[in-house]
């Protein structure tokens, strides 16, 4: 599936949630997705144009399949050192961590296993098991090895930053637009959606959370300074000679699609980054892992939705969480510490 899937959040979140519109708005294409920023403010149009410059400055240097990169550099570095910037230290170190946060359910290195999909290149294919195994070889966070201002990787480790890359370039927008003082303002970065404070008339953003089978907002979550990202395998997929489904997470211990009972997991938090980056190692952690995770961290909420449309909220959501209009009866289980 095209990346373009993204922008429904986006088109229901700006249509039908977010009424008045804000007075200066801003949409450009960057890292394979289209964007859209808006704000309030008396340096708004300067403020757009600042954040828009941040992002394509992250994505000149983090983009896995441009030559210039500095990610493009240290996957085809040989195994040799290579020199970084600030930024792609700071991504890495991050990476790493959250690697080790999420015992490898989030791995920064499993570019080879996926380029075998074909998800990052768009000629999808089920990888024979012998491949696989030789990329899955090639697969771990552990691996990267950092010092200031440098990086290196095996040979034939590659690093991806599609997990932390938008979150990431989310927050660092955010940043610009209160330096400039924005104090009210919405961005969607190709489905990851961060609030900057709240409306302009002071009430809460509303989000909209789709239902994957319709594209349809199934729940509504109401955030201030806030990031909100979902992840699930409906975001692209293929289906096979056979008619099997495949979808783009996969499971870093074993490199195959995840398959354990959950459409989508959305995350809550005050770090796009940490938002983005959970998202995906939730997904991949399944349902009872991932209610697990909330409660020894206690940084973030979330809301889990299951192949059965059974939802689960954190209970630091219930104030903010309701069903949308047609999704009354769903059963909504409040997930206490």
């Known amino acids: 599936m095209p990346r373009a899937s993204r922008l429904l959040p986006l088109i229901c979140l700006l249509l039908s949630l977010c009424a008045p519109a804000l007075a200066a708005q801003r949409g450009f294409f960057a890292m394979d997705t289209y964007m859209a920023v808006s704000c309030e403010g008396e340096n708004a149009e300067e403020a757009l144009e600042a954040a828009e410059a941040r992002v394509r400055e992250l994505e000149a240097l983090w983009s896995a399949t441009d030559e210039n990169s500095e990610i493009y550099a240290l996957d085809h570095a040989g195994g040799e050192a290579v020199a970084i910037s600030a930024d792609t230290e700071a991504i890495l170190r991050f990476g790493a961590e959250m690697g080790a946060r999420t015992g490898g359910c989030l791995d920064i290195t499993l570019y080879p296993v996926s380029r075998l999909w074909g998800f990052t290149t768009g000629d999808y294919r089920v990888p024979p098991e012998t491949e696989l195994a030789a990329a899955l070889a090639l697969v771990g966070y552990e691996q990267l090895e950092l010092s ?28 610009v637009l209160r330096e400039y003082g924005v104090t009210s303002a919405l961005l969607d970065l190709g489905g990851n959606v961060q609030a900057l404070g709240s409306k302009a008339d002071g009430s809460a953003w509303r989000v ?15 955030v201030r300074d806030a990031a909100v990202v979902t992840s699930g395998n409906y975001e692209r997929f293929f289906t096979a000679d056979d008619g099997a489904v495949y979808g783009h997470i996969l499971d870093p211990k074993t490199g195959a699609p995840v398959e354990n009972g959950l459409k989508s997991v959305t995350i809550v938090g005050a770090e796009g980054k940490k938002c983005d980056a959970l998202s995906t190692a939730l997904f991949v952690m399944g349902a009872d892992a991932a209610i697990e995770h909330w409660r020894t961290y206690r940084d973030f909420e979330m809301v889990l939705l299951t192949e059965e449309n059974v939802v689960y909220i954190t209970e630091g959501l219930q104030g903010d969480f309701s069903l949308a209009q047609g999704y009354e009866g769903l059963a909504v289980t409040v997930v206490s510490r």
Not at 153 to 166: F, H, R
Not at 209 to 218: G, L, S
């Open 148 to 175: 200031p201002g440098a990086a290196r990787l095996p040979e034939g480790a590659q690093v991806d930053l599609g997990a932390l890359g938008k979150g990431w370039a989310g927050d660092e927008a955010v940043a």
């Open 208 to 222: 909209g959370v789709i239902m994957p089978e319709d594209q349809t907002n199934f729940c509504v979550l109401e």
